[in-house]
């Protein structure tokens, strides 16, 4: 919301995720939506006539997050892929109580990596529900910042229920690239997981020859990698970054940093899914061998992200929400899976926010600066140091 009178936030904390201490006796005023200061609370100097005082005493001023790796559209849940066929219009109410939650737990920016495909009543052409939804939120100042990459890609037999796109190769797959572009995504989504878990689904050849396109016109191309293959195949053609990664290796991580490959970490996936062994009665939770395989894959996805850690790799985060069983306001819970993974807390809280812009091209995501977007919300706690702060949302200051 951007309030018509001037705001000060007086004596906050200033959580600077760029660095392990926070500074305090911060007070910061915003002027039409934008930071025109932040100033030592004893030296404030003139305010405006008109100045709106809150008191922030006791909380801690933190950047409005970027969750690297949702999709809008879905809910989540333990149901998450079967609400993936509900209709269409179902699906937008959805994204709109999505829109809420995000923005009442501090995320701002929201990189969606995947919409179901749905006819568009306006013009009767199939595309990416999650364009509808970032043409409704373009204007909205309360509503989260999205770009889309429009639907998946993936090969036959991967995906389920005919909602992405199936290119089985070469030309199938540019052509497919190039319809998702036509529509208006604002990247791409390959899916680099193939019908056979130990084949790659298309060559290097051909999945270069999509960066190579979208890079001509403008787009990043990022690729679902959740075996090593396909992250090969990935890394090798020249993405612009990995979603999940969860089974790299050194050399793997190694030439990612070299290329300045991303990883978007996704390890709270892990954490809700051993929830479920509690809260469902799901067999493939709440089995021995169920819990026991979905261990391994948590143990060998953690060694992956701390691999890129120790490599350099720059690591933007998300919750994977709707297409995963995360719910739109959990990205602290991946902040908190970092944390455990070897990142310092201003590390995991950094792969929140400053890399997410970085990832997403957009140089004022993530971060708070002097006439930059009055883009940060208010904890209780000290997220530098402790990712749980991050859960005691008090203020938002974009909302009402
Ligand atoms: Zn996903």
Same mark, same amino acid.
């Given at each position: ?100 939650? @995000? ?109 190579? @396109? ?187």
């Amino acid at each position: 919301m951007t309030s018509p009178r001037p705001t000060l936030y007086r004596d906050a904390a200033l959580a600077d995720p760029t660095g392990p201490s926070l500074r305090t006796g911060v007070s910061l005023l915003v002027d039409a939506g934008h930071v025109v200061w932040t100033r030592p609370s004893t030296d404030e100097g003139d305010l405006p006539p008109n100045v709106h005082v809150i008191d922030a005493g006791g909380s801690t001023i933190v950047p409005g997050m970027v969750d690297a790796h949702s999709h809008v559209t879905l809910p989540g849940g333990s149901h998450w892929i079967d609400r993936g066929a509900d209709p269409p219009e179902e699906l937008l109410d959805v994204a709109e109580h999505n829109g809420d939650l @995000l923005g009442r737990a501090g995320v701002r920016w929201a990189r969606d990596v995947g919409a179901p495909l749905a006819v568009d009543p306006r013009d009767g052409r199939r595309r990416a529900l999650s364009l509808r939804v970032r043409e409704r939120w373009q204007a909205d100042p309360n509503r989260p910042r999205i770009r889309v990459a429009g639907t998946w890609i993936g090969h036959s037999g991967v995906l389920t229920g005919g909602l992405a796109i199936e290119a089985d190769e070469g030309p199938a797959l540019l052509k497919a690239a190039s319809t998702q572009l036509d529509d208006g995504a604002d990247f791409l989504k390959l899916y680099l997981d193939g019908p056979k878990k130990e084949e790659a689904p298309w060559s290097t050849e051909d999945v270069r020859a999509v960066v190579e @396109l979208a890079h001509g016109r403008g787009a990043k191309v990022t690729a679902h990698s959740g075996f090593l293959v396909g992250a090969r195949v990935g890394i090798d053609a020249g993405v612009d970054s990995l979603e999940h990664g969860f089974e790299l290796d050194s050399d793997a991580v190694a030439q990612m940093a070299r290329q300045g490959t991303f990883l978007v970490s996704t390890l709270a996936i892990f954490r809700s899914w051993a929830s479920f062994a509690q809260t469902t009665t799901l067999p493939r939770f709440v089995t021995d061998e169920g819990k026991e395989r979905i261990g391994h894959r948590r143990e060998r996805a953690i060694e992956s992200v701390q691999l890129a850690y120790r490599a350099g790799v720059r690591i933007a985060t998300g919750t994977d929400f709707g297409g995963g069983s995360l719910r739109a306001n959990h990205l602290a819970w991946e902040v908190e899976a970092l944390v455990e993974a070897g990142l310092k807390p201003w590390e995991a809280l950094a792969s929140a926010t400053v890399r997410g812009g970085d990832l997403l091209g957009e140089t004022t995501a993530g971060r708070i600066f002097e006439g930059g977007p009055a883009d940060f919300f208010l904890v209780h706690g000290d997220p530098l140091t402790d990712p749980t702060a991050l859960w005691r949302v008090w203020r938002v200051a974009w909302l009402p």
